[in-house]
T-cell receptor, first 116, second 107 residues
Framework: DTEVTQTPKHLVMGMTNKKSLKCEQH?????MYWYKQKAKKPPELMFVYSYEKLSINESVPSRFSPECPNSSLLNLHLHALQPEDSALYLC???????????????FGEGSWLTVV | GENVEQHPSTLSVQEGDSAVIKCTYSDSASNYFPWYKQELGKGPQLIIDIRSNVGEKKDQRIAVTLNKTAKHFSLHITETQPEDSAVYFCAAGALTFGSGTRLQVQP
């Protein structure tokens, strides 16, 4: 079982709603990630936090707003989303700094988001 | 940037046979290559990884080989079982994933 916990597992929201996805890990990891995964596609990196600071934003639209309240928690705030934003949103974490070339990354089970 | 190509996109084998999935990468600076298994409705789970100072790594029925000169790495699953059926992704680091291979193990 994964040690990265994501809530909710499923979320349906309207295009005018504001909602949040939550992620928690208690492995002492200092890097946390958000990925987006469409059906039958690989995960696409959205954001990386290293020591609670945003270190990478892969040109993600501002309707997605990440937040890292502390080293164990990562949120993704959603506002004014479009139907094409419907996807599986994966949180992940890794030990140490967010060196993208050498860390073992552990994924959560994901949050299925449907925008109607 | 890095580009990872993965083949085949689908693979069907009989239970007990071996399965091989291959990936190539473009950036010679890449030095970490994980493999993930993703079952339906779940997040990707790391099954094995290899770093560039190692040519091969094994964990029970799963092995990964790396050829840095040719810039390719492969996942080998021996004695396949129906529960091995899933989508498998290779990756170079955390940023770049292969397109995935859907493995179906027929009982």
């Amino acid at each position: 079982d994964t040690e990265v916990t994501q809530t909710p597992k499923h979320l349906v929201m309207g295009m005018t709603n504001k909602k949040s996805l939550k992620c928690e890990q208690h492995m002492g990891h200092r890097a946390m990630y958000w990925y987006k995964q469409k059906a039958k596609k690989p995960p696409e990196l959205m954001f990386v936090y290293s020591y609670e600071k945003l270190s990478i934003n892969e040109s993600v639209p501002s309707r997605f707003s990440p937040e890292c309240p502390n080293s164990s928690l990562l949120n993704l705030h959603l506002h004014a989303l479009q139907p094409e934003d419907s996807a599986l949103y994966l949180c992940a974490s890794s030990q140490g700094t967010a060196s993208l070339w050498g860390n073992t990354i552990y994924f959560g089970e994901g949050s299925w988001l449907t925008v109607v | 940037g890095e580009n990872v190509e993965q083949h085949p996109s689908t693979l069907s084998v009989q239970e007990g046979d071996s399965a091989v999935i291959k990936c190539t990468y473009s950036d010679s600076a890449s030095n970490y290559f994980p493999w993930y298994k993703q079952e339906l409705g779940k997040g990707p789970q790391l099954i094995i990884d290899i770093r560039s100072n190692v040519g091969e790594k094994k964990d029970q029925r799963i092995a990964v080989t790396l050829n840095k000169t040719a810039k390719h790495f492969s996942l080998h699953i021996t004695e396949t079982q129906p529960e091995d059926s899933a989508v498998y992704f290779c990756a170079a680091g955390a940023l770049t994933f292969g397109s995935g291979t859907r493995l179906q193990v027929q009982p």
